[in-house]
């Protein structure tokens, strides 16, 4: 995994709630045995049209935004369906950051571990963001993960944002999860000894 | 100190808790398909790892696989493809496959339960979010990403924070044509996409306790719909009789052991949940989707609500926009062209018999097309040896092959643009079962009624 530990880029809006896994990489994209490539069709069908020209009016169709690497998205990004492969195509398509008011739960634990920072902020300063960006499209956001803050053009305060420990850990120094487990060997041996719920 | 159920089986997963309140939790059962596995063996066979406990993982094809002619290659390089590198893995790393052509292959979760894979106590995950299923044994069942099913593969264990815990409680006896698939759309419908997520969801009450395994299944099933991490479901004297006997499930004194300890399996009187629920079961009315996710339901009688500004506003004329509808409207009926019956929610034994005694001496509508893609290979023997195929046929039913299907359209059975579909399976999203398809999430019988009437109607005066 690769390392995260600042980050000052552009934002691409995206106010739309409850957006699942489904848009973010429609299930007829899955059939790859190997992690690459999914940033093509991130977003496929509200990207291109049924015959593959870009759509004019979605977000990441517009040179405004182009090059960008935070997304910012409505409330209760990433439900439904578990695929990483959602995770995977925003970070294939250059996202290093989300940024919305609420994620679902197993969107976040895979974002982590791909390396996508899912950044979680109030209704409020989630709506002031579109503001922003409505006014400015080329409004460069500071995301420093040391100190957990989000910097905004033109806010007098930085935006504080919460994360496990553990996890920041892991993303600054592109460390994972199979690496702390595997370490954990002969307690999960020991452990095994001991299951007495398995008939 | 009182313990809620889920406590209690999370309790004696802890292999150990880690500073920052993670802990190392043990997996007892690994599930896994074609779709979600390929890159996790890749990445193990990258570190130089292997399976720590294969025994403890069960594979079966079901995302990819034909509804027709099962018994030929598939005919989609792509898919064949991804069933291929299963079955080479599998055969690479000693693990058991349900393979196409097996007589257990089916959807994941149907053939964990059906086999007695599933028991209570038990935890359980599969790159699959609605791996929530198993919940109705009273097990911890959760989906997962790939990487942590790499995880899995190498340690047998994950490292997670302790999700807060929710009981929802549904009191009172159904009406008339209200199942367990009209219970938790409601609730969906109540919580919206996001209500429980951090949570994992008991569900109790009587009216819960009143249902079957099979629809206790359905149940749990949908909980990834409202955000939680699963669903679960104390185990009871239905609980065990569904699985005694099963292939895997305890045999001998092993079952009296097992049946013991199971029935110490439940929330103390005075354990306290973070979040408590009550609904009325009495109220609840056959349910049915008017937008694109699970939490937009609504009785089938009632109208789609008028929105008054908020946050949600353009996500929800968006919503509508895509499904061809208009606030207020009602959709009684509206003309439905195709009616799939299917899917890990609804595609068990007991909803092919509710289609059948629907249908039986009466025939689909003519512009509707019917698919019932059964969930294994064992419930479609279990259909044909009761009949259920000839009574499904001669109401114009194409009964298929089991596999996922069009509940996602990564096979070939998708619905096309702009056409409307009443479907038994648990998502509505846009284009899920296809490009431009429009899903009406609804029971096996709100489906079949459909199915015949060739439009909505108000259920409750088609039944006897």
Known sequence: ?199 | MAKTLFDKIWDAHVVREVAGGLTVFYIDRHLIHEVTSPQAFEELTARGLTLRRPEQIVATADHNVPTRHQDQPIQDPLSRSQVDKLTENCAKFGVELYGLGHQYQGIVHVIGPELGITQPGLTIVCGDSHTSTHGAFGTIAFGIGTSQVTQVMASQCLLLDKPKRMRITLDGDLRPGVTAKDLILYVISQLGTGGATGYFVEYAGSAIRGLSMEGRMTVCNMSIEMGARGGLIAPDATTFDYLEGRRFAPQGENWDHAVAYWQTLYSDEDAVFDAELQFDASAIQPMITYGTNPGMGIPLSASIPVLNGGSEATSFDKSLRYMGFQPGESLLGKEINYVFIGSCTNSRIEDLRTVAAYVRGKQKAAHVEAIIVPGSKQVEQQAIAEGLDKVLADAGFELREPGCSACLAMNDDKIPAGAYCVSTSNRNFEGRQGPGARTLLASPLVAAITAVEGRLVDITQYLN
């Open chain 1, 1 to 199: 995994m690769e390392k995260f530990q600042t980050l000052r880029s552009g934002v691409v809006p995206l106010p739309i709630e409850n957006v699942d896994t489904d848009q973010i990489i429609p299930a007829r994209f899955l059939k790859a045995t190997t992690r690459e490539g999914f940033g093509a069709n991130l977003f496929a069908d509200w990207r291109y049209t049924a015959d593959g020209q870009p759509k004019p009016d979605f977000v990441l169709n517009d040179a405004r935004y182009l090059g960008h690497q935070i997304l910012l998205a409505g409330k209760n990004f990433g439900c439904g369906s578990s695929r990483e492969h959602a995770a995977w195509a925003l970070y294939d398509a250059g996202f290093r950051v989300v940024i919305s008011s609420y994620f679902a739960d197993i969107f976040r634990g895979n974002a982590l571990n791909t390396g996508l920072l899912p950044l979680q902020v109030s209704d409020e300063v989630l709506q002031g963001l579109f503001e922003v960006v409505s006014q400015d499209p080329q409004a460069a956001l500071t995301v420093d993960l040391q100190a957990q803050t989000l910097t905004v053009p033109g806010w007098a305060e930085v935006i504080h944002f919460e994360l496990d420990p553990y996890k920041k850990e892991c993303l600054i120094n592109g460390y994972d999860d199979i690496d702390f487990l595997i370490s954990q060997e002969a307690a999960i041996t020991a452990f095994e000894q001991q299951r007495s719920w398995v008939f």
